[in-house]
C-alpha cells in the first residue's frame, strides 16, 4: 500500500491570514470592477507558494498531477496559481482540487477499478462582466493549449 507525503510547512495561522489570504481577498476577492488606471495590484499573495509548494518540489520529480486537497482558509485560496520559483504551480503540473483525502481515496479507487483509459479535459472560463470575458477566455485557453484540447 502507498503512503502520502507528509510535509509540516512553517506558517501559522496568523501569517497565512494577514500575510496571503487577506490581501488575496483585498486584491482579488473584493476589488472594484473597474480597475482605475494607475492601481497595480500587488499579487503578494502569490508567494504563499514558497513556504507550501516549493518544500515538496524535490517529491514532484516524475509527476505529472498533483491532487490539492485544502483544508481550513486554504479553500478559499487558487493553490494551483502560487508562484514556486517565479512561476505559477499550475505551469509546472497538472493540477486537481479534492475536498477531503477520503473523497479523493474513493474516486482513485473507482478509477483505478475502471480500465486505464486516457481520458479528455473540459476547460472552460467564464464570467458574466463583459470587461473580463477576454481575460477569462485567455486563461482558458492557456489552459487549453497545453492538453491539446480545444477551448469552446
Not at 497565512?16 to 482579488?28: A, K, N, T
Not at 494607475?38 to 514558497?50: F, K, N, T
Not at 485560496?77 to 479523493?104: C, D, R, W
Request: net charge negative; hydrophobic share 45%.
Amino acid at each position: 500500500m502507498e503512503y502520502p507525503d507528509v510535509y509540516s510547512i512553517p506558517v501559522s495561522r496568523q501569517q497565512l491570514l494577514y500575510r496571503f489570504l487577506e490581501p488575496y481577498e483585498r486584491e482579488i476577492l473584493n476589488r472594484p470592477r473597474i480597475v482605475h488606471a494607475g492601481r497595480q495590484s500587488m499579487c503578494d499573495w502569490l508567494i504563499l507558494g514558497e513556504a507550501l509548494l516549493a518544500p515538496i518540489q524535490s517529491s514532484l520529480s516524475g509527476v505529472r498531477l498533483v491532487y490539492f486537497v485544502p483544508h481550513s482558509w486554504l479553500h478559499l485560496m487558487p493553490l494551483h496559481a502560487l508562484t514556486v520559483n517565479g512561476k505559477a504551480f499550475i505551469e509546472q503540473y497538472a493540477v486537481a482540487y479534492a475536498p477531503s483525502a477520503m473523497v479523493l481515496n474513493r474516486v482513485l479507487e473507482r478509477k483505478s477499478a475502471a480500465t486505464e483509459e486516457e481520458g479528455t479535459a473540459l476547460v472552460m472560463g467564464y464570467t458574466p462582466n463583459a470587461e473580463e470575458r477576454n481575460l477569462f477566455l485567455g486563461e482558458a485557453q492557456a489552459i487549453a493549449n497545453p492538453l491539446e484540447v480545444s477551448l469552446c
